[in-house]
């Protein structure tokens, strides 16, 4: 793919219109929350700050929290660096943890633990402790998931850690692990092979005897040029990989520049627009949001910033824009994500992303309507972080931003998405900045689960704990 232009075709609304957004029924319920209790996972859970977040509480791990046939599921690690996995029955608020037979090496909070079901043969696979250098591998039993009453939790339940997939080597420099399950009970790991500014996204897959790689997919190469520079290397940062329940599987993501020269200051970020592509064949080929094909995944094609119509909502380096915020599919299967970034009234040059974020920073819901047409809503509430906020949809398609400090607000379909307000401000809760969403759940049965950590400061240990909400019957 040669040339990089604009999406022209669908040009985004400062304001979203209600009428463009379709009509909900008049029984359709507006969103709301019911607090329906909490606990407590681990009372001294690992604490380190690093790259301004918490490795047990970075909200781009898919999954840190999910929920499977009556049981729900966390990782985490703890104040002896051991990385865990627990359990719990619904109805049960008590967690039941097993050790796993890794500690984790570094102080970096990119090195989380992420969680992945195979259905097909009933596994939980954990990857884990990676930025940029090799992970950990470790698998379940054949069937643990498929009968948690009948097969004991323990430490017997899982094989031996590994630096590859079963014998699979990936990359010497892999960094964010994310398992999505395919429509037919596969499981898929996402990642990024080498380094932020220089990286490309690639996809392995488990069809429940052997994994295999499927290859990368994005590119690093190609010349972006910003008013202020050039640069010729960067990588894509993806706000999500999700299948809808029709089985495409949507990516919004942005770009980050390795040449600083693109920046109005150097105090900025190099994260430049918000992109979209979707997969239509469980990741082999990526298709721009006119559907044209704009990469082949283990090929020389791949998605590429000179490819056109990727951008959907265009925005240049200067506003300090947040790589891997957070997408939601709603029950049309249309795509949905938050980003945030300093808007243009506060100034055209961000100087300090973190220091400026905190000060200005605002969150943008992002949306392709019933027409097919992308709109944008500013939700009104300060981000009074540097942090990424969360996305989810309830069975009604009302969207729910889920803060740093965990406060939620929330808009309606009804409205078009233009009604956003708090509905919990987090208080008493003592959060300390982005939170981990148990998104299985909210598909299952309707509830919100959130897993946060208390603050706390230097290296001393604090509570790990789970706050559950009902959501609109």
Known sequence: MKRRTLLTAALLSTVATPGLAGI?????????LTQTGSTTLDNQALFFVSYDGLVNNNSFQKNGLLTYKG???AVWYTADRNAVVGRRVFG???WSTVKVGHTLRYNDSHNVISMGIS??????????????DGFTYV??????????????WTTSRFGAPQSTLDGLALTSQFTYPQFVSTPEGRLQLSYRVAISGNGRNALAEYDGTSWTNLGEWTSSTGTYTSEHGSSTARNMYLHGIDYDKNGRLHSFFTWREQNGAVMCNSGGITNHDTGYVYSDDRGRTWRNNAGAVVG???SSDRVSVTDAGLVVDALNPDHSL???????TDSAGQPHALISYVPGRFGQCTTNYVNNRTANGRVFHVRKNSSGAWQKTEIPVPLNSSQRTKLILDKYDNAYAIFPFCRIAAASKASGYTDWRILFDGAGLNAFGEVVIDESRIWQDNFLSIMYQEKSSGTTPSALRSVNFSLPA
């Open 139 to 152: 698998k379940s039993v054949a069937g643990l998931m498929d009968n948690p009453a009948g097969l004991s």
């Open 71 to 73: 049981y729900q599921y």
């Open 119 to 132: 259905k097909v043969d009933g596994r939980l696979h954990l990857n884990m402790d990676s930025h940029s």
């Open 92 to 94: 049960s608020n008590t």
């Open 24 to 32: 909900a029924r008049a029984a359709d319920p507006g969103p709301s």
């Open 296 to 298: 082949t995944t283990g």
């Open 322 to 328: 947040m790589n891997q915020e957070s997408q939601f």
